[in-house]
């Protein structure tokens, strides 16, 4: 499974955004794998953003976005999603999609595929 993600680019702080991480190759196995999307600012570790289960349900969300962000998908297009509203500077970093059987979402080291990162950058 190959994933990219894309939809990122510059905004304004308060503006919203989607994210899109669109799987390729064994996509008939894309459905079957849990979501999640993490970032990474400059000069930061990686860190978790938010991650959904394959069926779509149980969205789960760090503390720094929760309300702010919602993570979907749709299968049929066999694409994840992640929207962002009421941005802030601080939402500054490179996104990236992951997919797998990570058991808990936050664990970056359990999923299996990884997309290649879009930039965000988020502005005052």
């Known amino acids: 499974v190959q994933l990219q993600a894309s939809g990122g680019g510059s905004v304004q702080a308060g503006d919203s955004l989607r994210l899109s991480c669109t799987a390729s190759?064994?996509?008939?196995?894309?459905?079957?794998?849990?979501g999640g999307w993490f970032r990474q600012a400059p000069g930061k570790v990686r860190e978790f953003v938010g991650g959904i289960r394959y069926s779509g349900e149980r969205p789960y969300y760090a503390s720094s976005v929760l309300g702010r962000f919602v993570i979907s998908r749709d299968s049929a297009k066999n694409t994840l999603y992640l929207t962002m509203n009421s941005l802030n500077p601080e939402d500054t970093a490179v996104y990236y999609c992951?997919?797998?059987?990570?058991?808990?979402?936050?664990?970056?080291?359990?999923?299996?595929?990884w997309g290649q990162g879009t930039l965000v950058t988020v502005s005052s």
């Open positions: 992951a997919a797998g059987w990570p058991g808990r979402y936050e664990v970056a080291e359990n999923y299996e595929y």
């Open positions: 190759g064994r996509i008939y196995s894309f459905s079957n794998f849990d």
